[in-house]
Nanobody
Framework: QVRLVESGGGLVQPGGSLRLSCEVS????????MGWYRQAPGKQRQLVTY???????YYTDSVAGRFTISRDNGYQSLYLQMNSLKPEDTAVYYC???????????WGQGTQVTVSS
């Protein structure tokens, strides 16, 4: 059974940066899509970004140019570099992995990001 563990969240001032990590165990050597969702208080979970096995990346408009998704070649770790953070980025961030063959989605437990002065 795949397990995802996020880390790197915290409190940061507007304009600051954070780097989230998501560790995958065991390693999956299949075609997968990995990405990040976020959920702010009182709001629905929102897709932030994802990366395909091909390396193609997608970003929602509100984070494009500020956030960067990446993963290591061993498919063991997923990262989200967040720069120029805004108060509206405050949310719990969840990583996920989608196994294309089994069509199964696995979620991490979430990490809190708070942007406030």
């Amino acid at each position: 059974q795949v397990r995802l563990v996020e880390s790197g969240g915290g409190l940061v001032q507007p304009g600051g940066s954070l780097r989230l990590s998501c560790e995958v165990s065991p390693t999956i050597f299949r075609k997968t899509t990995m990405g990040w969702y976020r959920q702010a208080p009182g709001k629905q979970r929102q897709l932030v970004t994802y990366i395909l096995s091909s390396g193609f990346t997608y970003y929602t408009d509100s984070v494009a140019g500020r956030f960067t998704i990446s993963r290591d070649n061993g498919y063991q770790s997923l990262y989200l570099q967040m720069n120029s953070l805004k108060p509206e980025d405050t949310a719990v961030y969840y990583c996920y992995i989608y196994d294309v063959d089994s069509m199964n989605v696995t979620w991490g437990q979430g990490t809190q990001v708070t942007v406030s002065s």
